[in-house]
């Protein structure tokens, strides 16, 4: 069964709300380090990007729970267009009825620190099917990708997002601080 929902916690934009524009130059700024990449790579990371996206909006659409933080609205990718077109596309994601995109603001005291990780459910967990498959970790380094199984491990990531949620803005407060963001840095 296909991955019915992601809550993601990340310290950059994740793919599924980036767009074109921002993930070809991320792509890019790899490139700049790692030139043996051959542009046709950039294309199809890129595109699949793009493809992967669209899960988002066609049936059947993928659920998706988002906790940013605040320094990646401030981080710049590209030029100041860039930037306000990759923020105005964020609180335009953030508006579709699958998506609860929240922001964790910088003055706010949490003592709790991870890298990104993405947490993968599979189906509805009222079928038989999809309880069997369990929830699936993964996270990413530079060049590798590690997939945490079994409910022990995976619940402490779910215990964990659970904790930046609540200590985030609500998701209309978090609209409010993209659209802060624009104004303030990328005008």
Do not use: C
Not at 68 to 78: M, N, T
């Amino acid at each position: 069964e296909a991955v019915s929902s992601l809550q993601w916690q990340v310290d950059a934009i994740p793919g599924l709300l980036q767009t074109d524009a921002y993930a070809r130059q991320l792509s890019v700024a790899y490139q700049a380090v790692v030139p043996t990449t051959p542009p046709s790579l950039i294309d199809r990371f890129v595109r699949s990007r793009m493809i992967r996206q669209e899960r988002l909006t066609h049936e059947p659409v993928l659920q998706l729970s988002v906790v940013l933080d605040e320094a990646v609205l401030l981080r710049r990718v590209g030029d100041r267009g860039l930037m306000r077109a990759q923020l105005e596309h964020l609180t335009d994601m953030a508006d579709l009825p699958n998506i609860d995109l929240r922001v964790m603001p910088l003055n706010r005291e949490l003592a709790l620190q991870a890298g990104s990780f993405v947490i993968m459910s599979f189906g509805s967990s009222s079928t038989a099917e999809a309880a069997s498959l369990g929830d699936v970790v993964s996270t990413e380094s530079l060049n590798t990708e590690l997939h945490v199984e079994g409910e022990t491990d995976t619940q402490l990531y779910r215990l964990f997002f659970q904790a930046l949620t609540k200590a985030s803005l609500s998701p209309a407060e978090s609209r409010d601080l993209i659209f802060t963001a624009i104004e303030r840095a990328w005008s």
